[in-house]
């Protein structure tokens, strides 16, 4: 006979309370099921699923997105299992569904939280329609190393303005109410570390100091969790030695002990039984033992769960009260997700895929998460009256696939528009348009068809090239050791730009790029990540100056890969370099001795600086700021401060502007960085208008893991700046004063 929850106790009291009358009538053997989840992506997964759903043994499912599967599922789940408890979906939707936004890392440098959450927020509603109830997203992982793959799905280099991103994303996802149709659970991840993989490659090993992981790759955890995020992921990587999916310290101490947090940790994909691959464990009996004592609630996608909990439970080596908390953490979430009063879905109830909102959300994301390089003689914008002809080259100019980007399981290039077709929409007859796609793809070599773009860029008054990367060449376990533009890119700008033509470089990637063979061959770049399904619209615009590029660098450009890590929250060195005292290699006087190049920390070949910097970005508009000023010169502890600028768009553009506040703490009972963002602000200005903008910060603000490991300000010096860059050079200084009262 069929129960459904209806018949059972706990169908009713608060979640708390069900949860508990739940688990009394669970069967071990059922509790585990709720800590397995198992890919449900190949064949009809009702016909190797069913049996242990029918059983209880199963909680979860990942890697589906077909309404009437997931409906069939979650039938055999609620209908004819003993206790009717419904399923959890899971699927990686990453930066959009079939509508798909840009790379999270194009997002970050919109620096505008809202883009973030409409974002997720089109996402969920696309991705609930298929049954989708929980998304392993947002990825928060701080990555200050370009060669890895996954800084694609990253908010970029900095713990603050990951923070914001983050728990922006946890809201648009999650919206206020789980429960609500057309909200999902959002996921945190990769706990923790993730992005300190050595030499960039993914899942090596990271070595991150306590100090460094609690300063610099905790804080965007913290914030989401703050936000509310229904779960965590535990990283794949070995960090300082315990792998993270077996590290207590993480998942127990920080994230159960210090924050409080109650929602559901599970492991990345079989990321249990590679605790035997690292060497951590000697077979999956102590691999489960290891996980599930850290924390681990739930198993993605491997087995040693289903296999060893009851043995080890029974051995007595596992208590069952940590079987019950993490069996509970499931039950809780699809209480507060709804799922036991409906656990269907019914698409028309949501708005359909691609909508007319949708898109928009789409464009003005794009729109935002351009960033402009470098615009010499402000070739940009192009002035469409003035043009008879533009020369369209290169292979990402036309390809609806590989503007969306890496982990786009679901979107749809059907809904993309493309440069090359947004481009002839804009100019419609009134200039003409010659497509070149000279290169077969990112990677291919010169050949016969540079010609053929030589000529077509001849013959036209400007040619905008669109460069980059193919979206196979970053994400997850894509990394490059050169990440300058593959195959023979430079040689394809080297030939335009001998035709004497102007010459604008649209540059689609995963990661920012070493564009140092370029720069100088190129009068403008405008780097646009993966621009995702409306990117070509929102380029075209940039492009003709009906918008003003307005995005900032989430992460440091460097000149050449050996830089790497190069990131603007450096410390100081006791030898910082200074433009005197680095002297590049070229000059160097034949027979110099070892002192003459001034003994500071610098490399002879790349300089101390990067290409591009961390907050850079062009715009139509000028951009002035003036008049810092302070709200006191001297805080205490537990105390506020103002800092102010005038901000003036001394262009003839109306265009939007971020302004950002850094702040560096001059002496500590560790040293800190040289500058370290703690707010800003995109602001819209008319031509002409001055905005005083006016950040606030509290001490807490200020504070960090020090000497003592604890999180305090310290009394001292600090200086703060406000500019469009982390290069700003307005700026003003303040102490904080110690009044004994502590924070
Ligand atoms: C492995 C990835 O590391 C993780 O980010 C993803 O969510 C899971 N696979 C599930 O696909």
């Known amino acids: 006979m069929s129960v459904t929850t209806a018949d059972t106790q706990h169908a009713t009291g608060d979640i708390e309370q069900r949860v508990t009358a739940l688990l009394a009538e669970m069967t071990l053997a059922e509790k585990i099921g709720q800590m397995t989840q ?60 079939a509508t798909v936004v840009p790379l999270p890392i194009g997002q970050a440098a919109s620096f505008n939280p809202d883009i973030a959450r409409d974002g997720a927020r089109v996402a969920a509603l696309e991705a609930a329609r298929t049954g989708v109830n929980w998304t392993f997203a947002p990825m928060i992982d701080i990555s200050r190393d370009p060669r890895w793959g996954r800084i694609a799905e990253s908010f970029g280099e900095d713990p603050y303005l990951t923070s914001v991103m983050g728990a922006a994303t946890v809201e648009g996802f999650q919206g206020d109410d789980l429960a609500a149709v057309g909200t999902i659970a959002a996921c945190a991840k990769h706990f923790a570390g993730y992005g300190a993989a050595e030499a960039g490659r993914d899942y090596a090993a990271t070595y991150i100091p306590e100090r460094e992981l609690r300063n610099v790759h905790l804080p965007p955890f913290k914030a989401a969790a703050d936000a509310g995020v229904a779960a965590f992921m535990t990283s794949f990587s070995d960090v300082n030695g315990v792998p993270a999916t077996g590290n207590e310290f993480l998942l127990r101490q920080v994230l159960r002990d210090e924050w409080g947090y109650e929602g559901i940790v599970v492991s990345d994909w079989d990321s249990i039984r590679q605790l035997w691959i690292h060497g951590l464990s000697e077979d999956d009996r102590e691999s489960a033992y290891l ?89 940009l914008p192009l002035i469409s009256e003035e043009l008879a002809s533009v020369a369209v080259i290169g292979p990402l100019a036309d390809d609806s696939y590989e503007q969306l980007g890496t982990w786009i399981f679901d979107g749809d290039p059907g809904l993309s528009v493309t440069p090359l077709e ?21 990677r291919s070599k010169a050949g016969p068809a540079f010609d053929e773009a030589a000529e077509a ?44 033509k102007p010459v604008v470089a649209v540059i689609l990637a995963g990661r920012p790029l070493t564009l140092t063979d370029i720069v100088d061959e190129v009068d403008a770049i405008l780097f646009a990540w993966h621009p995702g399904t409306m990117g070509g619209p929102a380029i075209a615009d940039l492009l003709f100056g009906i918008e003003s590029p307005s995005g900032k660098l989430p992460a440091t450009f460097p000149r050449m890969v050996g830089q790497v890590p190069i990131y603007y929250a450096q410390r100081n060195t006791g030898k910082p370099a200074t433009p ?26 790349a300089g101390y600086k990067p290409l591009f910097a961390f907050g850079h970005g062009l715009s139509y508009a000028e951009f002035r700021y003036d008049n810092i000023a302070l709200s006191a010169s001297e805080i205490s502890i537990g105390d506020t401060i103002i800092i102010s600028a005038d901000l003036t768009n001394a262009g003839d553009v109306a265009a939007e502007e971020v302004a950002q506040l850094y702040v560096r703490d001059l002496a500590g009972s560790t040293t800190r960085p040289v500058r370290e963002l703690k707010r800003f602000r995109r602001i819209h200005l008319e031509p002409g208008q001055t905005v ?30 406000i500019g469009g860059s982390s290069e700003a050079d307005l700026q003003a200084s303040f102490r904080i004063v110690d009044n004994q009262a502590g924070d």
């Open 692 to 721: 005083n903008v006016r950040f606030e910060l509290h001490t807490h603000d200020l504070a960090f893991y020090g000497r003592d490991m604890k999180l305090a300000a310290e009394p001292g010096e600090f200086h703060a700046w």
């Open 291 to 379: 996980a599930v004592t850290a924390g681990v609630d739930v198993e993605m996608a491997g087995d040693t769960y289903i296999n060893h909990l009851e043995p080890l439970l029974n051995d007595g080596e596992i208590d069952i009260a940590r079987i019950d908390a993490a069996a509970g953490n499931v039950l809780r979430l699809k209480y507060e997700l709804g799922l036991f009063e409906n656990p269907y879905t019914d698409p028309d109830a949501l708005p359909p895929i691609g909508s007319e909102q949708a898109l928009a959300t789409a464009k003005r994301a794009a729109l935002q998460s351009v960033v402009m390089l470098q615009n010499e003689n402000s070739v």
């Open 580 to 605: 005197e005292k680095a002297m590049l290699i070229d000059d160097i006087p034949v027979g110099a001795k070892q002192t003459s190049v001034g003994n500071v920390s610098y490399h002879l070949d």
């Open 38 to 97: 198992l890919d449900a992506s190949h064949g009809n997964p009702a016909d190797y699923l069913g049996e242990r759903l029918r059983s209880g043994r199963l909680g979860s499912v990942l890697n589906l997105a077909d309404a009437d599967t997931v409906n069939e599922l979650q039938r055999i789940a609620v209908e004819e299992s003993r206790l009717g408890i419904p399923l959890l979906v899971a699927r990686d939707v990453i930066h959009g569904f």
């Open 422 to 442: 947004a481009i002839r929409k804009l100019l419609g007859d009134g200039a003409a348009v010659r497509y070149v796609k000279a290169m077969e793809n990112s």
């Open 457 to 500: 860029a001849g013959a036209s008054d400007a040619a905008i090239l669109f460069l980059g990367e193919e979206s196979i060449l970053s994400g997850e376990a894509h990394s490059r050791a050169d990440i300058s533009l593959p195959g023979d890119q430079a040689e394809l700008v080297r030939r335009i730009r001998a035709t004497g």
